[in-house]
């Protein structure tokens, strides 16, 4: 059974909702991977034929960034991983980011706390802030031309 942590009126009408199985036991996940996705195949195929909420189901399960164990979105996962995918499954695009304000300090540390990968604007934020915590680099000025021109010459 998948449940939620906010509200979504989707999560009462899924066919999963109140179905044991979607999320193994701690038992079955410590097997070997092939015992969880025999157990869940099943599962997997009633997810791809009856269920019409897939990808909400797997923009709110977000799989890949809490390491999820189970069945969601016509898949089964291992540690955040597609392990087996159903007939008819449709494609997942990449998720929205749900780190905030990129480009500020405080949506790079949200991706980070996420388990995301840094976005561009985030990843420019993080550069910047590690040269400022560097401080001054320490540059040794080198001998003007001249001055060696002039000393080649002597």
Request: a positive charge.
């Amino acid at each position: 059974m998948i449940t939620s942590t906010t509200s979504a009126a989707w999560t009462a009408a899924a066919p999963c909702a109140g179905l044991d199985g979607y999320v193994p036991s701690e038992e079955l996940v410590r097997s070997k991977p092939s015992d969880v996705m025999k157990a869940c195949a099943p599962l997997m195929e009633d997810c791809a034929q009856l269920c019409p909420f897939m990808l909400e189901c797997y923009e709110r399960v977000r799989p890949e960034a809490s390491r999820f164990d189970g069945v969601c979105a016509a898949r089964t996962w291992i540690n955040g991983r597609p392990v087996a995918v159903a007939e008819g499954a449709p494609a997942l695009s990449k998720l929205v980011s749900q780190a905030g304000t990129c480009g500020t300090s405080s949506g790079v540390k949200a991706h980070q706390r996420l388990g995301e990968p840094l976005c561009g604007l985030c990843r420019v934020t993080s550069q910047r802030a590690e040269v400022r915590r560097a401080g001054a680099a320490s540059i040794r000025k080198r001998a003007s031309r001249t001055g060696r021109e002039a000393r080649a010459a002597a």
